[in-house]
């Protein structure tokens, strides 16, 4: 499985942004599909995930300003970001859990998102 993100940038506090990324193949051989961020220093960590059946999981930094919705048609997955915070700034990295004859993790090239105070 290949994702290509896209859609990060440089915004003010309080802005919004939204991330998008595509996969390769068949969204039948991926379960699930989310984000992780990562800043320098620190480890990479789970912003948000959307398994098969829709349900979500949020970071509790994130919940009530980060939306996740999957398009299984377009085998895409986005991320829509209100109410940046400078805390917020991160590489942001596309992930996919694999099934199948795709079994395994995958990430995406990681997109930045710079948010200004």
């Known amino acids: 499985v290949q994702l290509q993100a896209s859609g990060g940038g440089l915004v003010q506090s309080g802005g919004s942004l939204r991330l998008s990324c595509a996969a390769s193949?068949?969204?039948?051989?991926?379960?699930?599909m989310g984000w992780d961020r990562q800043t320098p220093g620190k480890q990479r960590e789970l912003v948000a995930r959307?398994?098969?059946?829709?349900?979500?999981r949020y970071a509790d930094s994130v919940k009530g300003r980060f939306t996740i919705s999957r398009d299984k048609a377009k085998n895409a997955v986005y991320l829509e970001m209100n109410g940046l915070k400078p805390e917020d700034t991160a590489v942001y990295f596309c992930?996919?859990?694999?099934?199948?004859?795709?079994?395994?993790?995958?990430w995406g090239q990681g997109t930045q998102v710079t948010v200004s105070s």
């Open positions: 992930h996919a859990v694999g099934c199948g004859a795709s079994f395994g993790n995958f």
């Open positions: 959307i398994q098969d059946d829709s349900s979500t």
């Open positions: 193949g068949s969204s039948d051989n991926i379960a699930s």
